[in-house]
């Protein structure tokens, strides 16, 4: 079956740099991925997506890179801080569903 | 613009008891999808729903039941509670059937005694 896994469960870093999450899945016929944040008490926040026919796509302070060969993707906030500390989840496409990996939780030091 | 509502925010039952859930998506918005989310853990597909037809139930007992109205809001039933089903019940809405661009709501926490 489909599976999306992010690398690590937790990432800490300093306030002003840049984060990188990582992200891996398993089909490679998947065609969507959708990165959401998730503060404590609260459900997922949409933060980006992006179609397979594209390599990166960009946000505000964020950017999503896709490698297809390899099937991975990360997101990359850049400047990170404090309000960024969250749980990330990166989400791809199963049969009519969204399939989530178990999340990196961000902790932004001062 | 309101997101997705969903009510209560909490709740408390004890095993045996049954268990409604309510959803209103984003005006506009005709799909509603069910997931949940266990401590630690990432949401997991129980329901989807598109102009109030079920398009996908994940893996989960027929103790879980759910149903669209025709505003689009949703319900969610779990009857026969047990103290595994203690969790984040999130529902979320989209324009279409397909499953991108879910927007969430912020959930209800289910304790099971």
């Known amino acids: 079956g489909e599976s999306v896994g992010l690398h690590l469960p937790t990432l800490s870093v300093q306030e002003g740099d840049n984060s990188i999450i990582n992200c891996a899945y398993s089909n490679s016929a998947s065609d969507y991925f959708i990165w959401y944040k998730q503060e404590s008490g609260k459900g997922p926040q949409f933060i980006i997506d992006?179609?397979?026919?594209?390599d990166k796509r960009q946000g505000q302070r964020v950017t999503v890179l896709l490698n297809k060969t390899v099937k991975h993707l990360s997101l990359q906030i850049a400047a990170t801080q404090p309000g960024d500390s969250a749980v990330y989840f990166c989400?791809?496409?199963?049969?009519?569903?969204?399939?989530f990996g178990k999340g990196t939780k961000l902790t932004v030091n001062p | 613009d309101a997101g997705v509502t969903q009510s209560p925010t909490h709740l408390i039952k004890t095993r045996g008891q049954q268990v409604t859930l309510r959803c209103s998506p984003i005006s506009g918005h005709k799909s509603v999808s069910w997931y949940q989310q266990v401590l630690g853990q990432g949401p997991q597909f129980i329901f989807q729903?598109?102009?109030?037809?079920?398009?996908g139930r994940g893996n989960f007992p027929d103790r879980f039941s759910a149903r669209q109205f025709p505003n689009y809001s949703s319900e969610l039933n779990v009857n026969a509670l047990l103290l595994g089903d203690s969790a984040l019940y999130l529902c979320?809405?989209?324009?279409?059937?397909?499953?991108?661009?879910?927007?969430f709501g912020s959930g209800t926490q289910l304790s099971v005694l």
């Open positions: 992006i179609r397979s026919n594209m």
């Open positions: 729903y598109y102009e109030k037809e079920e398009r």
């Open positions: 979320a809405s989209s324009l279409t059937g397909r499953n991108e661009k879910l927007f």
């Open positions: 989400a791809g496409p199963g049969s009519e569903k969204l399939v």
